[in-house]
C-alpha cells in the first residue's frame, strides 16, 4: 500500500454522469489531496491528511510541488502503426487541393498503404513504440491503435502482430482493432463487396485464433465503403464476437445510421453530422468521438460537439493521429482547441479524453479516481484545473503513473 501526495488539486470525476453536458460546478475537487494505491488499484481519494492520519504506517511518496491531479488520459482513436509519411499529400492540401481529390489520384491512404506494406514488422514496432511513448509522456496511458495501412492478410497480420510486440514494450496499454475496411485496395480483383467477403473468410478468423484484436472498424464514406455492403460486413464482423466501431459521417451522412443498426460502441468523426444523425447517437448508447485533430488537418469544421452533449450524447475526444489527415497527436492540444471553438466546459474535455474515451474502448476500469480503478494517473504542474486548457496543450504533465507506477520520463 502506498499514498502519494499532497496534491494542489485533485479531479476525480468519479461522479461525473456518461452522457450528457456537465457544468464546471459538478466537479469535485478534492484540495490538499491524497491517493492510496494498492496492487495498481486506487483505494482511496481523499485528502492527504485525512488518509495519512487513517494510515500512519503507510509509505508515502510526497509531493513537494503544486500539482493538479487528474485520471490519466485515453486517446481511444488513432492509426500510429504506419510506414513512411505523407508530407507531400499535406502540402499540397494546405496549398488547395481536396483530401479526396488527392486520394482518386493515387495519393492519400493508398500511399500510406504501399509504405506500410515495404517496412518491417520490426520496424512497425519500433515507429509504435516511440509514437506510444511520446503519448505516454503526455499523460496518455490508454491508446487505442488501428490497422488498416496494409489491407490484406498476410500485411494486415503483420501490422497488428507489430501493435501487438509495441504493447509488450511500452507502459501504457495499446488497445488494437482491426481497420482492413479502410479502402478497398486498388490491387484487389473485385468490388467492394467482395474484398469484405476476402477479410471476413481469411483475416477475422485468423486475427480471432491468434488474440492479435476484438475490435473492428470501417470507414463508410463514398470513396470507401457504402452503408449496404458496411452493414453485412460488420454484422458478420459481430456474429464472430467482435466489437464493432466506425469511422463514420466525415465527409457525408449514412455512417452513424449504421452504427446504430449493427450496434456499434462508438461511431467516430461525425463532422458532417446533422441534427438528425446528433439525435440518432443521442438516442443510443453509443460514443460519439470527436476528432479535432483531423479537422486541423483537413482544414475544416469540427464535430457538433456541443450540439452532441446538448442533445444528451456521450463524447469523447480522440487524436485520429494518423500520416495523412491527422498528423500532430497532441490530444490535450487538440481538446483544448475544440472546447475553445465548440464552448465545452473543462468538466466535458476531461471526461471525453478519460472515463467516456474509456467507454468507447468498452472499459469501464479507467478514467475515474476511485476505489477499485487502475491507478492511472497525471499531475501538471499548476495550482488550479484551469490552468491546464488555459495553456491550451503547452502544459506538460511532471507525474504520470500507469497501475500506480511512475512511468519515466
Ligand atoms: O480517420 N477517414 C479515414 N481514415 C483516417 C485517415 C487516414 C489517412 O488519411 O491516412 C482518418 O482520418
Ligand atoms: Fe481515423
Redesign the pocket.
Known sequence: MKLIGPFTQALPLADLPMKGAIADEDLKIIEQAGVLLEDGKILAVDTFDKLQKENPEVAVTEIQESMVLLPSFVDC?T?IC?GGN?AR?YAMRIAGKP?LEI?RAGG??W??VTKTRAASEGELTNITIQRANRHLADGITTIEV?S??ALDVENELKMLKAIKNADREVKADLVSTC?AA??KPKDFEGDAAAYLQYILENLLPEIKQQGLSNRVDI?I?DT?FNEEVSVSYLLAAKAMGFEITI?AD??STGGSAVGKEVGAVSV??LESSTEEEIRLIADSDMVAVA?PG?SL??GMQYTPSRKLLDAGACLAIAT?W?????PMGDLLMQAAVLSASEKLSSAEVFAGITYRAAAALNLNDRGRLAEGMLGDMVAFPCETYQEILYQQGRLKPTYVWKKGEEVEG
Open positions: 482513436h492509426h504506419w505523407r499529400d483530401y486520394a492519400g491512404i500511399d500510406s488501428k488498416g495501412y481497420l479502410h479502402i470507414f464514406e470507401a469511422h466525415q465527409f467516430e468523426h476528432l483531423a488537418g483537413l485520429d494518423n500520416p495523412g489527415s491527422a
